[in-house]
């Protein structure tokens, strides 16, 4: 692993396939269970240098959060939640979006977790 990205805390595998959780997280954008699967996720992913893209651990944690796992991963892997992916993936390109995290304020795009208090404060600005 080159120094850098261990300085970093990022995995091993690099890259990654994170096509299965980003499905997944699709379907619970809006649930009250996706602030937690993502934290758990992310942690396998850089904490702990795991495999994300493997359904046996997805299930895992959706399971301790008291989720039908079966069920969910089932449409994850469905071809509606393929082509809602696929749409959302575009609409990031046709944005400009081209890494994470990124945080758009309006039209105003700030890239990278160290750009998260500037984009705050645009948009504590921006309000009337």
Do not use: H, Y
Request: proline share 8%; charged share 20%.
């Amino acid at each position: 692993m080159p120094q850098a990205w261990a300085a970093l805390g990022a995995p091993e595998r690099v890259p990654t396939t994170r096509v299965l959780p980003a499905r997944v997280a699709l379907l619970g954008v809006k649930a009250p269970w996706i602030g937690a699967f993502c934290r758990q996720v992310m942690e396998l992913n850089f904490a702990l240098d795991q495999d994300i893209n493997q359904p046996e651990r997805l299930a895992r944690i959706l399971t301790e959060l008291g989720l039908p796992a079966s069920n969910i991963l089932q449409e994850a892997q469905a071809e509606p939640t393929k082509t809602l992916l696929r749409q959302q993936i575009e609409q990031t390109r046709v944005r400009g979006i081209f890494g994470a995290p990124t945080f758009l304020v309006g039209s105003a795009m700030f890239w990278g977790n160290d750009r998260l208090d500037d984009a705050l404060e645009f948009a504590s600005e921006r309000k009337p």
